[in-house]
């Protein structure tokens, strides 16, 4: 027990470390961006603070494998140079379980990974860019740019949203028939969200029939369309990173604006994207084995972290390949995961053959 303890002390301090250090680097190089203009804005150092707890989730997800890589490497190394494994070893304690005693770490990253990426991260990044365009002087305030996306079989554009999503202006809906031709077009002010059921106000339908063209005025209408204020967020999101729910809505008949294999892969990668925590820590395995004094350990460290960045670009390139149509969104997603897994499980039965 006091040396399972032991192991995963250890690795849970340097993957902590490396978190801090990691994300510390990445706050400091976006501060120095937006500090400034943070000040300028008469926000104080109140602003900075707030702006920097609003991107520490999105941040978070960026150095979660890197930081289990990592911690796994100096944690290891450290294990590796104190003959800690081979007095474990020498006590009974296999290979596979001394890795094991440490996945609990990588399980809690893996988690809270996934929490940062599919709950706060989508709720903190509409707020942070409600702030920003809130206390952005008049003087230097853009006029929204509209945004035309797919809602179902319509087609809309719509040219700003509220922070919340629950409202659009200036919409414009655009009815087709199964051959692709404009049967009906609806022009709204204003759509305002309430009671599960999108409202339009003073909504104008122009019906195309033939030769004829149709006009006809209300008071108000109704919407029928599965498009929810969540999806309206993730649509007006100055870098949209659709979650798990925004993805499966997306094809499921909600808002859209890319082809479905977009949201098919990313639907995929809100799965697989937090195991590059538990890959990163079987990358990192193997330099337990290491000899330092034969220079093997020097050997085996430059292997796992070349190994671990090119599991990144892989994966990366593999994803891109699959929101693009070029590949299937499984394979895309679940490629390099299951790949660098299995040749990390091959590396370490190696060595402890």
Do not use: H
């Amino acid at each position: 027990m006091k040396l399972q303890l032991y192991v995963l002390r250890t690795v849970a301090t340097r993957v902590l470390g490396a978190v801090l250090i990691l994300m510390a680097i990445l706050q400091i190089l976006d501060l120095l961006e937006v500090t400034t203009d943070i000040l300028d804005r008469g926000l104080g150092v109140g602003g900075v603070f707030y702006y920097a707890a609003l991107r520490a989730p999105a941040l978070f997800q960026q150095v979660a494998p890197l930081a289990v890589l990592a911690g796994g490497l100096f944690a290891f190394s450290q294990l590796a140079r104190e003959n800690a494994v081979v007095a474990m070893r020498a006590a009974g304690i296999s290979g596979y379980r001394i890795v094991a005693m440490a996945v609990p770490v990588a399980i809690a990253v893996l988690a809270l990974d996934a929490l940062c990426a599919q709950v706060v991260a989508p709720r903190t990044d509409p707020t942070l860019s409600a702030w920003w365009a809130a206390t952005t002087p008049v003087a230097d305030r853009k006029a929204p740019a509209s945004r035309t996306f797919r809602a179902g079989e319509d087609l809309v554009t719509a040219k700003e949203a509220s922070p919340n999503g629950a409202r659009l202006t200036d919409l414009t809906i655009y009815r087709r028939d199964k051959t692709g031709a404009l049967t009906e077009r609806v022009v709204a002010p204003v759509a305002q969200f309430q009671a599960g059921a999108w409202r339009l106000q003073s909504p104008v339908t122009t019906r195309y029939l033939g030769d004829r063209v149709e006009p006809m005025t209300a008071a108000s209408a109704t919407w029928p369309t599965a498009l929810r204020p969540a999806d309206v967020q993730a649509l007006f999101a100055d870098a949209p990173a659709p979650s798990a729910a925004s993805a499966r809505r997306a094809l499921e008949n909600g808002g859209s604006d890319r082809p479905q294999s977009f949201y098919a892969t990313r639907l995929q990668t809100a799965f697989s994207g937090p195991i590059a925590a538990l890959v990163m820590l079987l990358l990192s395995a193997p330099v337990a084995w290491a000899n330092f004094r034969s220079g093997q350990g020097a050997v085996l460290l430059t292997s796992g972290l070349a190994a671990g960045l090119v599991y990144l670009v892989a994966d990366g390139l593999l994803s891109a390949l699959g929101e693009s149509g070029a590949l299937s969104p499984i394979l895309a997603a679940w490629a390099a995961p299951v790949v660098f897994a299995a040749l990390a499980v091959r590396a370490f039965v190696s060595l402890e053959g």
